[in-house]
T-cell receptor
Framework: RKEVEQDPGPFNVPEGATVAFNCTYS??????FFWYRQDCRKEPKLLMS???SGNEDGRFTAQLNRASQYISLLIRDSKLSDSATYLC?????????????FGKGTHLIIQP | DGGITQSPKYLFRKEGQNVTLSCEQN?????MYWYRQDPGQGLRLIYY???????QKGDIAEGYSVSREKKESFPLTVTSAQKNPTAFYLC????????????FGPGTRLTVT
């Protein structure tokens, strides 16, 4: 049983376009969600936290749909530097102290 | 400058040798974690620690051991019993255990031949 599922991509998107990808989760009791960005051969870095219906930070918007149990990440006016893998993260099933479950990531390639 | 450090960045070992990966944080976080990442795979939890002198097995603890003698430090030993030790190892911390943001160190890439 997969707790966090993402489309692995790759998503090939022209520079300046808007791109969105979704992530589904299993734990209906989850209260908090996160999007991380991971560059090739680097550590994941926190991009956004989502605690209610959504969050916006500049060109990035995360939205939470609790009824359908998915969260989305929208990137507007995409830049070449946005090319990375985006990891969707939700709390572990059962809310245990072991923390978070990471999706396998969606690979995004912004093309000039 | 607060953060998490891991050393070394690259590590090469011969099969059959134990190796210890370092993880230090100065964020004053109570909880610390070790993950393993293989190519094309998600992060898999090896061990975690909620507080000093306490740690718990994660999903893939076999062949690994940890200690948490100080709040700042959570070293991971990859033993010879680990069948496929070559991987990217990531250490993380969070303010407390549970569903809170985790912050990662730069990782150690271990190659065992």
């Amino acid at each position: 049983r997969k707790e966090v599922e993402q489309d692995p991509g790759p998503f090939n998107v022209p520079e300046g376009a808007t791109v969105a990808f979704n992530c589904t989760y299993s734990n209906s009791a989850s209260q908090s969600f996160f999007w991380y960005r991971q560059d090739c051969r680097k550590e994941p870095k926190l991009l956004m936290s989502v605690y209610s219906s959504g969050n916006e930070d500049g060109r990035f918007t995360a939205q939470l749909n609790r009824a359908s149990q998915y969260i989305s990440l929208l990137i507007r006016d995409s830049k070449l530097s946005d090319s990375a893998t985006y990891l969707c993260v939700a709390p572990q099933m059962g809310g245990g102290a072991d923390g978070l479950t990471f999706g396998k990531g969606t690979h995004l390639i912004i093309q000039p | 400058d607060g953060g998490i450090t891991q050393s070394p960045k690259y590590l090469f070992r011969k099969e059959g040798q134990n190796v210890t990966l370092s993880c230090e944080q100065n964020l004053n976080h109570d909880a610390m974690y070790w993950y393993r990442q293989d190519p094309g795979q998600g992060l898999r939890l090896i061990y975690y620690s909620q507080i000093v002198n306490d740690f718990q097995k994660g999903d893939i603890a076999e062949g690994y051991s940890v200690s948490r003698e100080k709040k700042e430090s959570f070293p991971l030993t990859v033993t010879s019993a680990q069948k496929n030790p070559t991987a990217f190892y990531l250490c993380a911390s969070s303010i407390v255990a549970g569903g809170y943001e985790q912050y990662f160190g730069p990782g150690t890439r271990l190659t065992v031949t």
